[in-house]
């Protein structure tokens, strides 16, 4: 049985321990991917780098499992997997994740990080400067947040902002049990009322471009958006448009359209000139130690599934 692990080399040899008795071997990139792929039974994937469309998987000859360590598989053609009866296994819904909580407070160093002017602080001080007066910061104390998506990350938002005394207010069409601590409301009413907005939503047809030119207009003037869930969530041309004009005050992402190719992704471009949008490279929920738990979960599960389908 031969396992394609792609994911960070130094969780590499846990894997292996693992997955003991499984011929695993690495990938890091699309090269070695290709290489590897015609002789490869399960892939599992804790990378999100390298994108499974329906011409890779077709190349995967031998395929019988799928598994990420992740919530959302947007890179993973699905329904080319379906076709052929190949499960793909996500962390989604999963009870493990109830205590894993790298992602949303990801999203809480995006937010205060905006609201303290952070990144230009730094370069501030860093170029001989000292001068506050060039940074005043927004407090957190009495203000609104609006969580788009109350699922497990939105709720540990929740709890964060009811900790820095903030009023939450909640946006979530699919969520059955509605959470304590959250105000549900409709998404316009979301958007005019709060001074924080923080998306996470799994991607899907629906959730495409769920904040769009409509959204942008209702914002609340001077309001912050942090987006941790999926680039393709925001509209990127109404997002950039908000900045330039000041509709928006700030905006910190984790995750762009197009990710990994973002070199000339416009917001990208925007940033390098502008400190009021701060983007990092899609690592909220990457931390070892969570990681390497999920990891351990990931493997049983292949482990399972092979001991069940014999």
Partial sequence: MKILYLGPSDTFD????ELKGYDVRLALDDATVDREIADIDVIL????????????????????????ATTGADHIDEAALSARGIPLLTLKGQPILRDITPAAEHSWLLLMACARQLKPALKHV?????DRNQFPGVMLNGKTIGIIGCGRIGQ?????????????????????EWPNGIEKCELKDLLV???FVTVH??????SKGLLGPAEFAAIKPGAILVNTSRGEIIDGSSLLAALESGKLRAAGLDVLTGEPDTVHNPLVEY????DNLLITPHIGGYSPDALVYLLTFCC??????FEAHK
């Fill in 193 to 195: 009322r709060s001074d």
């Fill in 271 to 274: 940033a390098r000139k502008r």
């Fill in 156 to 176: 540990w938002m929740a709890r964060y902002a009811a900790a820095f005394g903030l009023k939450c207010l909640g946006y979530d069409p699919f969520l059955s």
């Fill in 300 to 305: 049983k599960r292949i482990k399972d599934y």
């Fill in 45 to 68: 994937d804790a990378y999100m780098k390298v994108r499974f469309g329906a011409d890779r998987l077709k190349k995967a000859v031998k395929l019988r499992l799928v598994v990420t």
């Fill in 126 to 130: 860093t170029d001989g400067r000292w």
């Fill in 14 to 17: 846990h894997v292996k321990a």
């Fill in 201 to 206: 939503v799994t991607l899907s047809e629906q």
